[in-house]
């Protein structure tokens, strides 16, 4: 009979399946995701709006993302949404550049990778607005 409980291992589970996306940042991410996201970055032809658009799901919900005013580099008077973890997004900028570096592309731009979030943000506010009709 093992003496652990079942909420230490469904903690260890989750732990092994998680991956932490920098080695000095604490921002961690489903293994499952992460390798999704590179595979299909790899494939396609815009690598870093893509791998930049599937990680977002693994560091946030679809609900932070509907719910927030995005990274919120223009922030607009009276707008009282929370803006997305500051840390999560630029340790997500950060890995996106370190993977680029590692696999021997050019650095992607500012504007491309801010692009890819923007559009997510956009598409989880229209899954959530059809998750609230549908219901």
């Known amino acids: 009979m093992s003496s652990k409980s079942t909420l230490e291992v469904d903690i260890s589970t989750e732990k092994n ?7 000095n940042s604490n921002i961690t991410i489903d293994k499952v995701v992460l390798a999704m996201a590179v595979r299909l970055a790899k494939k396609l032809a815009k ?8 990680l977002m799901p693994g560091l946030f919900t679809t609900e932070e993302m509907a719910l927030s005013r ?5 922030a607009k008077q009276g707008d009282l949404r929370p803006a997305l973890d500051k840390d999560k997004v630029f340790v997500s900028k950060d890995y996106v550049r370190c993977w680029f570096k590692a696999n021997g592309f050019s650095d992607p731009s500012d ?15 229209k899954q959530l607005k059809r998750k609230l009709y549908s219901a």
Request: proline content about 3%.
């Open 17 to 23: 399946n998680l991956s932490k996306l920098l080695g």
């Open 47 to 54: 690598p870093a709006y893509t791998l930049t658009m599937k």
């Open 70 to 74: 995005g990274q919120c580099l223009l």
């Open 111 to 125: 504007s491309l990778i801010n692009e890819a979030i923007t559009e997510k943000i956009s598409y989880a506010r």
